[in-house]
């Protein structure tokens, strides 16, 4: 199946891109995806980063699993305000 | 009105929103950028967003506060780009019957947007940038 | 800057008086007329003051709060005479670099100018017109 | 002695003006000129009120003793904001 990634902020910076395309078998978790895309872009592992996942714009837990078409987003420490 | 905009914000506006012949009080509250920060001297702030998500979110501020106060309306609207020394990056206003809902729910509201809100600021600073809360790799709880 | 003033007051003078680049955050309190008060239908409120008293006493408040938390700059700016339904009667706006501060403030200055500033209020409703506090008869305390 | 005295919000409108100046003698306190005010200004007495006292734009204590010259205020439950 089909993921939608976008990336910001230092996740951004660090992929070299806002967004991918990623195909990803079916069953596969938030998780999963993670290392998959770590394993693409070696830089996006942040040492001691603390990140958050959001699906379809809601936050969500490692283990949620995806579907196709989905829009995940990697979300570091937010600092707004 | 709870949304994001790359423009500088006017106070006016947010405070014409929560204006209500019902309230008694209205609370606001401004982020600005300040000229230091941990000993660096800053030059300015970039921020950045996931749009949707961060409006999303914001909205959720305040379907969250008026479950909690007896508050008339409410307003937050946050800036993305570069932000000057001085200039606002997030503004909120909340009007209220009387003054303790409109104080407590103002303050909720920007505790929130640091903990949960997809908002990202670089500083720049003499000398270097940094993505502010990347380094410290502070746990933040899901929702 | 602490006055009072016979005309409406601009929220964007008070914030431009605290802006300071030390500061990442201002804090503002605005009283406004309400419609409704006990049960009755307000028409709008009329302010008087003892005005040389009411502006040294509302510097006080700024002397006090300076002392009590880490504040840049302080405003506040009271209307007298009518004021009406959904207009502001008083402005309050604290800058400081972090927002803790300028919350304490600006919510102590509302607090102390209830309690202590010779202004007064005739609330003007359907029906009559009453100075608020003074059938009360609560107790007030010498400073 | 001369007092100045000024009057304000419901004590002005009892007492049917802004500002008298009493004369009054030599050592008297606030207290004592609250109470000459009330012989000549009856309505100044208002049922259940409590006064706050100030001399010369300070708060004071009725026991407080005046000069010539002083600025009094007999300050009603003061109700800005």
């Given at each position: 199946m089909k993921i939608k990634?976008?990336?910001?902020?230092?996740?951004?910076?660090?992929?070299?891109?806002?967004?991918?395309?990623?195909?990803?078998?079916?069953g596969s978790t938030v998780g999963d995806l993670w290392q998959a895309l770590q394993q693409e872009y070696p830089k996006l592992n942040v040492p001691g980063i603390r990140l958050l996942y959001a699906v379809n714009q809601n936050y969500v837990k490692p283990e949620n699993q995806l579907s196709d078409q989905d829009e995940v987003v990697f979300i570091p420490p937010v600092s707004g305000g | 009105m709870f949304r994001i905009t790359n423009?500088?914000?006017?106070l006016q506006e947010l405070v014409r929103f929560?204006?209500?012949p019902e309230a008694?009080?209205?609370?606001?509250?401004?982020?600005?950028?300040?000229?230091?920060?941990?000993?660096?001297?800053?030059?300015?702030?970039?921020?950045?967003?996931?749009?949707e998500m961060a409006e999303k979110e914001l909205g959720r501020i305040g379907d969250d506060a008026k479950k909690q106060w007896q508050i008339c309306r409410m307003a937050i609207i946050h800036r993305l780009g570069p932000?000057?020394?001085t200039e606002a990056s997030v503004m909120i206003a909340v009007s209220s019957a009387h003054r303790e809902a409109a104080f407590a729910a103002c303050r909720f509201a920007i505790e929130q947007i640091k903990k949960a809100v997809p908002i990202w600021k670089k500083e720049v600073f003499e000398g270097g940038e940094v993505w502010i809360g990347t380094q410290t790799g502070q746990p933040l709880n899901h929702k």
């Open positions: 990634v976008k990336f910001f902020a230092i996740l951004r910076e660090r992929a070299g891109t806002a967004e991918v395309t990623k195909e990803i078998k079916e | 423009q500088p914000i006017d929560v204006t209500d008694g009080a209205i609370a606001t509250f401004i982020g600005t950028t300040r000229n230091n920060n941990e000993g660096r001297n800053v030059i300015g702030l970039d921020y950045e967003a996931y749009p932000v000057q020394i």
